[in-house]
């Protein structure tokens, strides 16, 4: 059974940091894409950050670039998000998603509903 389970939510300060991770199991990383996806109280699920296992080629919303880093330990099969200088916008529900693609090159490409796999979410709250 695929399952993708994520953690390291919780309440943070503002410029506080927090480490997402993202554990798969069920299949491996090779040729897929795993992106990181959030979703605010009454407004729409936005990409935030994506990794593209077979090069480790990344994206980032802009909204997040120099903030946050994504990263992936394949032997681990597992995702991590590492969330630096947290604003209260970045409070929201927080998924890890996963597609089996040849991503190299293309790790920018690809949204919600090119996803296959998705996990349940993991709460970020930051206070101000």
């Known amino acids: 059974e695929v399952q993708l389970v994520e953690s390291g939510g919780g309440l943070v300060q503002a410029g506080g940091s927090l480490r997402l991770s993202c554990a798969a199991s069920?299949?491996?990383?090779?040729?897929?894409?795993i992106v990181w996806f959030r979703q605010a109280p009454g407004k729409e699920r936005d990409k935030v950050s994506s990794?593209?296992?077979?090069?480790?080629?990344?994206y980032y919303a802009d909204s997040v670039k120099g903030r946050f880093t994504i990263s992936s330990d394949n032997a681990k099969n597992t995702v991590y998000l590492q969330m630096n200088s947290l604003k209260p916008e970045d409070a929201a529900v927080y998924y890890c998603?996963?597609?089996?693609?040849?991503?190299?090159?293309?790790?920018?490409?690809?949204?919600?509903?090119?996803?296959?796999?998705w996990g349940k979410g993991t709460l970020v709250t930051v206070s101000s």
């Open positions: 998603a996963a597609a089996n693609y040849d991503c190299s090159g293309y790790v920018y490409s690809y949204g919600i509903r090119d996803m296959d796999f």
């Open positions: 069920g299949f491996t990383f090779d040729d897929y894409i």
């Open positions: 990794i593209c296992s077979s090069d480790l080629s990344t």
